[in-house]
């Protein structure tokens, strides 16, 4: 049984930071990559960020040079850390278990941006 439990969110000014944990279980973190994805109101669920087996990271171009990912592989823990926050980051953060491995899915974490 796979399990994903993100952590982290809040509230924040705008420009402001947070990080987010996601505490993994029940699979084989060497083999599968991961990955971050926001959904906001009235709005699709989008990708924000992933990061392959390898440590390879991507990022949609909207959070490039704000937002990194990372991971502790032994703990088993992903995270993804953010800066200089805007209020369009105003959403529910998922983390989810990626490419090669099956689609699982944490129950999300609130992060709300004020100005």
């Known amino acids: 049984q796979v399990q994903l439990v993100e952590s982290g969110g809040g509230s924040v000014q705008a420009g402001g930071s947070l990080k987010l944990s996601c505490i993994t279980s029940g699979y084989t973190v060497m083999t599968c990559g991961m990955a971050w994805y926001r959904q906001a109101p009235g709005k699709e669920r989008e990708l924000v960020s992933t990061?392959?087996?390898?440590?390879?990271?991507t990022y949609t171009d909207s959070v490039k040079g704000r937002f990194t990912i990372s991971q502790d592989k032994i703990k088993k823990i992903l995270f993804l850390e953010m800066n200089r926050l805007e209020i369009e980051d105003t959403a529910v953060y998922y983390c989810?278990?990626?490419?090669?491995?099956?689609?699982?899915w944490g129950q999300g974490t609130q992060v709300t941006v004020s100005s």
């Open positions: 989810a278990t990626d490419f090669p491995c099956p689609t699982f």
């Open positions: 990061i392959d087996s390898d440590g390879t990271s």
